[in-house]
């Protein structure tokens, strides 16, 4: 016991010493790099995920029954084809009904505008009545001695010394009642002679208790146009529900969605078939409020996709949504990214990294951001390699890997890349 007592105090005494002789070992050195001129850049970053440029929700002009689905999710179709169709038995109905009242409103047009009008009767009525007025005057000169009669031979003096009752009272008739019995007589005249209007406007004026030309047929005319109108407006419209019993791709796509199949029922208006172009694909995102105030139109992007490591696509952003949404209390803003070129076989919905660069400045004296101080004032320092005090800086633009020193270095020193 004693024995092994005195070998333990031996060994202690012998680390004492050691401990006591062996010098202290130096720091390692703190890594350095060099001052450099370069690029620095600001960006911002967050997950968003692919769309397509363009989506169209097809929907049937008209209810019905599904009679025919052509395509399914996923299929790839050209403009121009027939995606689905229902039954178009009563919308072939209402066209051939519509087109049936159209043909009537135009029959009715056509009656309407060969009917007399009241200028054409008064027109009629006036020629009537210059024919009458010629009548009487040559009766008139008839009567009372006309160049015509004086210039036959002379009367036999039997009949000149000796003028019949009959004759005198012939001649002393007055021009009124000569003029008024002719007029009388064609007014009466059951044959519809030479001083009745033309057109049957003297019927017509008869009929109305006033002896004018009916003056309500241009009024007939204006209602047989506007029915003609409104047929014309049906028809198109049973003309479109018609075309409507077919859903037609707009654009080249593909099929994103089939909202039932045949044998369903739809809805006039209600989306049946979605479809998206892929050939436009772009990047729908969401940015916190932080960041979202730095974003604009037209600034320059890279998308980073999972299934492509290592790629990087240049984009631009081509949209930001002027109103946020409130997620979980944090406000983001929309964005859309678009490609510069749209890799091929893109999926729509995957995921993509995006970084949108807000700032950059070219050529400027740089270090890495993490050998930056930046004190509250905005006034940062830096340890220079071998120097006991850090050295105070004026920093511009501070990026994620490079912060910009305006001055306070020359370019030919090292500094500590953290402390």
Known sequence: MVAGGVVAIGLLGT????????????????PTTAVDRGDVTVAVATVGTLQPGQQRQLSF??????TEVGVRPGDTVPAGRILAAIDDGPAQEAVSAAQDALTQAE???????????????????????TRVAARTVSIGWQTTGSPAATGTPSPSPSATTTPTPSATATASASPDRATASPSAGASRSPGGGGDRPAGGCADSGSRSGGGAADTGSGDSVLRAQQQVTSAELRLAQARDAYAGTTITA????????????????VTAGSAFIQLG???????????PEADAGRLRTGLTATVALADRPGEEFPARVTQVDPVGVNDSGLVRYGTLIAFDQVPADLLVGQSAQVRVTVVTVSDVLRVPSTAVHVGADGTGSVRLDGAAEP????VGVRGDQYTEIRSGLTGSERVWTSW
């Open 15 to 30: 680390a004492s010493a050691y401990a006591l002789t062996t010098p202290e070992a130096a720091p390692a050195p703190a």
């Open 61 to 66: 002009a008209t209810a019905g029954t599904v």
């Open 107 to 129: 029959e009715a047009l056509t009656a309407a505008r060969q009917a007399p009008t009241a200028a054409s009767c008064t027109d009629a009525a006036a020629a009537a009545g």
């Open 250 to 265: 707009p654009v080249a796509g593909k099929v994103l969605s089939v909202a039932g199949p045949v044998g369903g029922q």
């Open 277 to 287: 172009v892929v050939d436009d694909m772009q990047v729908a995102a969401s940015f």
């Open 391 to 394: 050295r105070e800086v004026v």
